[in-house]
Nanobody, 122 residues
Framework: QVQLVESGGGLVQAGGSLRVSCAAS????????MGWFRQAPGKEREFVAA????????YFADSVTGRFTISRDNAKNAVYLQIDRMHTEDTAVYYC???????????????WGQGIQVTVSL
């Protein structure tokens, strides 16, 4: 069982940047597709980005393509999400996820972090 802990959230002004980190423990993540999801107030949790075990494959939601970057460091058992040119619509709780997959067009995961708040102000 892998445990995931997010860090690096906070309050950022629109147009700014933020890097959210995810530290994994209990098990190596090197065999897992890792990813990030987010849940905005009053909305369902949605897929944001995913990265294959070796880091060569990256997938993004249309709404974040070009502004979000996902990366991983398997030696550190960590995953990162770089968010640039932030919009107020990026305000959400961001969740790190392990063993991410897509089925019938829906992304999901077997392991989840507790989430971290990211707030974008005008």
């Amino acid at each position: 069982q892998v445990q995931l802990v997010e860090s690096g959230g906070g309050l950022v002004q629109a147009g700014g940047s933020l890097r959210v980190s995810c530290a994994a423990s209990g098990q190596t993540i090197s065999d897992y597709v890792m990813g990030w999801f987010r849940q905005a107030p009053g909305k369902e949790r949605e897929f944001v980005a995913a990265i294959t075990p070796g880091g060569g494959g990256k997938y993004f939601a249309d709404s974040v393509t070009g502004r979000f970057t996902i990366s991983r460091d398997n030696a550190k058992n960590a995953v990162y999400l770089q968010i640039d040119r932030m919009h107020t619509e990026d305000t959400a709780v961001y969740y790190c996820a392990a063993d991410v997959s897509i089925e019938a067009g829906t992304w999901n995961a077997n392991f989840w972090g507790q989430g971290i708040q990211v707030t974008v102000s005008l």
